[in-house]
């Protein structure tokens, strides 16, 4: 059995601990000083074990939850975990390693999410929003030339667009393509981009906190999940933008369940270097592709390269070492 995991954690546990005759090891939880609770003096934190190797953990004071299966990614919430156990980072990126090859051995597992549900409530597109080809036979006269600077922003971005995007001939949408945010099947949000460069601010947008752009159509076939921060650069390499560099744990919830080696490629500025921060954080890889000095981020190296090599040269660019990735960086905006 691939247990290996499991046993390093329940080896982490505190002496101080018991065991209920229906399998919880109950201590004093680690999670809830750094939750926003008091330190737990009562034994509220628990671990239970099954035989296939899964461990769960649940804190029955500030209700952090989170576990490992068998052929599944090794969590940041775990990740946490592991460290407020007292395992160093070197151990813990070797047990990420570990849980790689097991799901590699095994197979990926099946769907195991011991966190908390992640959802986000439907929010409607602005007024008016038809996709782009349902306005061939609706287009007044006044509305010709701003739908065709629509169309034209896309194409000339990417001569092979093709994504769900819509326009409105409302008087603040006029001028901006529409991206819907999806969850689940649902529109949750959207980005209105303007394609004109007097229309401020550039982007019109309802963002759910936590939101994931295009992690929906992250599938089982995929070898790993390149994230970005814009939404252009995700539709452009079809990989999950986060909106912006600073990527909340919301968010890395989100990306760790896919289950896949999560890939972050930062703008090439100095604002880039948050996104290198977080993917630190979280464990992740970070990619520093050889690029032209005007290729500025993945839209542009997808007009410059196209899609197939600029997926090529992110995958062999790819750092997972802390210190190759701290000097890879310095070189990022330069």
């Not at 395992?87 to 990126?93: L, S």
Request: proline share 5%; with cysteine; aromatic share 10%.
């Amino acid at each position: 059995m691939n247990n290996s995991i499991q046993d390093r954690v329940v080896s982490l546990l505190p002496p101080r601990r018991k065991t209920t005759p229906s399998g919880w090891i109950s201590f004093d939880a680690p999670c809830c000083i750094h939750n926003g609770e008091s330190q737990d003096k009562r034994g509220r934190g628990g671990v239970i074990t099954q035989g296939d190797g899964t461990v769960s953990y649940h804190c029955f004071n500030c209700n952090y939850k989170t576990g490992w299966k068998p052929g599944g990614h090794l969590g940041y919430k775990m990740r946490k975990l592991l460290g407020w156990l007292g395992a160093n980072d070197g151990e813990i990126q070797r047990l990420v390693i570990e849980a790689v090859r097991i799901r590699d051995e095994v197979g990926v597992a099946e769907e195991y999410v011991p966190e908390e549900e992640i959802d986000f409530d439907a929010h409607a597109l602005p007024e008016g929003s038809l996709e782009l080809q349902h306005w061939q036979d609706r287009l007044a006269q006044e509305d010709i030339e701003p739908f065709t600077e629509c169309c034209k922003y896309l194409l000339d971005r990417d001569p092979d667009y093709d994504w769900p995007t819509f326009w409105s001939n409302s008087k603040p949408m006029k001028h901006r393509v529409i991206v819907p945010f999806f969850w689940r099947g649902e529109v949750v949000g959207y980005a209105a981009r303007a394609v004109v460069d007097n229309i401020k601010p550039k982007y019109m947008s309802h963002r759910p906190a936590g939101y994931v752009f295009n992690s929906d159509r992250q599938t089982d076939d995929r070898e790993c999940i390149i994230v970005v921060e814009g939404v252009f650069d995700a539709v452009a390499i079809d990989g999950v933008g986060t909106l912006g560099n600073n990527i909340n744990e919301t968010q890395a919830d989100i990306i760790d369940r896919i289950g896949k080696e999560v890939i972050c490629v930062p703008d090439r500025d100095q604002a880039g270097e948050q996104m290198i921060d977080s993917a630190l954080e979280y464990g992740w890889s970070v990619s520093f592709p050889d690029w032209h000095d005007d290729v500025k981020d993945v839209s542009d190296a997808v007009l410059r390269y196209g899609k197939l090599f600029t997926i090529k040269s992110i995958i062999e660019a790819k750092q997972s070492n802390k210190l190759k990735i701290q000097l890879a960086r310095k070189k990022l905006g330069n």
